[in-house]
C-alpha cells in the first residue's frame, strides 16, 4: 500500500527556521516525483515545487523559488520542505504527494498534511 | 489570484446533476495539458477524483465524470448524495509558470 506520512504540527515564531517531513512506503521512492503543496487557511491548494528523488532534480513554482528548499534523502525514503526564516504569512497546512505522469503531473497519493503555525 | 478559474460555489439538490467549470488560458489548458480534479472533505487530504480530463481511479462512482474543451475543463456530478458535499478543485500545468497549478476551489452544497 502506497503511503506518504508527515511530521506533526509546528508551532514556531517569526524568524525561526523549520524542516518538515513527508516519509514514502509501498513503492519505489526514487522512482516518482514528491510535490509540496500549500494550503492558507480557507483557501484552495498552492503547487510549491517538485523534487525528482532519484537525483534530487528540483523544480520550484516562481511563487515560491527562493522562499522555501525543497530537498531529499532517499536512503530513508524522505523528502523535506524548509524555511531558513518564518514568517507569519507562512501559516497554513503543507501537503507533500506523489506525482503521476499523463501530459502533466496529478497527484494520486497525498500525505495527510502538516499544519505549520507562525506566530510571535 | 488563481490561474485557473472556478466558481466559489455550487449548489444543487439530492438526486440531481451539478457541474463545476475550470477556465484556463493558452498556456495551461488551451495548450493541451491534462486537467485533474480532486475532492477535498473538510480537514482532510485532497482525493484524486479524475485525471487526463476524463479518467476515474478506481473506486471513484461514475456519477463523478469530467470533460475538456479548448480553454477549459468542467467536472459533473449525477444523482447528487450528501456526502459529495466538499471542496472540489482542478489542476494542470502551465507552460509559462513552468509547473502545475491549481484552480481556487469550488465548494459544493447539497441541499
Known amino acids: 500500500e502506497v503511503q506518504l506520512v508527515q511530521s506533526g504540527a509546528e508551532v514556531k515564531k517569526p524568524g525561526e527556521s523549520l524542516k518538515i517531513s513527508c516519509q514514502g512506503s509501498?513503492?519505489?521512492?526514487?522512482?516518482?516525483?514528491i510535490a509540496w503543496v500549500r494550503q492558507m487557511p480557507g483557501k484552495g491548494l498552492e503547487w510549491m515545487g517538485i523534487?525528482?528523488?532519484?537525483?534530487?532534480?528540483?523544480r520550484y513554482s516562481p511563487s515560491f523559488q527562493g522562499q522555501v528548499t525543497i530537498s531529499v534523502d532517499k536512503s530513508i525514503n524522505t523528502a523535506y520542505l524548509q524555511w531558513s526564516s518564518l514568517k507569519a504569512s507562512d501559516t497554513a497546512i503543507y501537503y507533500c504527494?506523489?506525482?503521476?505522469?499523463?501530459?502533466?503531473?496529478?497527484?494520486?497519493?497525498w500525505g495527510q498534511g502538516t499544519l505549520v503555525t507562525v506566530s510571535s | 489570484q488563481s490561474v485557473l478559474t472556478q466558481p466559489p460555489s455550487v449548489s444543487g439538490a439530492p438526486g440531481q446533476r451539478v457541474t463545476i467549470s475550470c477556465t484556463g488560458t493558452s498556456s495551461n489548458i488551451g495548450a493541451g495539458f491534462d486537467v485533474h480534479w480532486y475532492q477535498q472533505l473538510p480537514g482532510t487530504a485532497p482525493k484524486l477524483l479524475i485525471y487526463?480530463?476524463?479518467n476515474r481511479p478506481s473506486g471513484v462512482p461514475d456519477r463523478f465524470s469530467g470533460s475538456k474543451s479548448d480553454t477549459s475543463a468542467s467536472l459533473a456530478i449525477t444523482g447528487l448524495q450528501a456526502e459529495d458535499e466538499a471542496d472540489y478543485c482542478c489542476?494542470?500545468?502551465?507552460?509559462?509558470?513552468?509547473?502545475?497549478?491549481f484552480g481556487g476551489g469550488t465548494k459544493l452544497t447539497v441541499l
Open positions: 489542476q494542470s500545468y502551465d507552460s509559462s509558470l513552468s509547473g502545475s497549478v
Open positions: 523534487i525528482w528523488p532519484g537525483e534530487s532534480d528540483t
Open positions: 487526463g480530463n476524463t
Open positions: 504527494a506523489r506525482a503521476e505522469m499523463t501530459t502533466t503531473y496529478y497527484f494520486a497519493y
Open positions: 509501498g513503492y519505489r521512492f526514487t522512482g516518482y516525483w
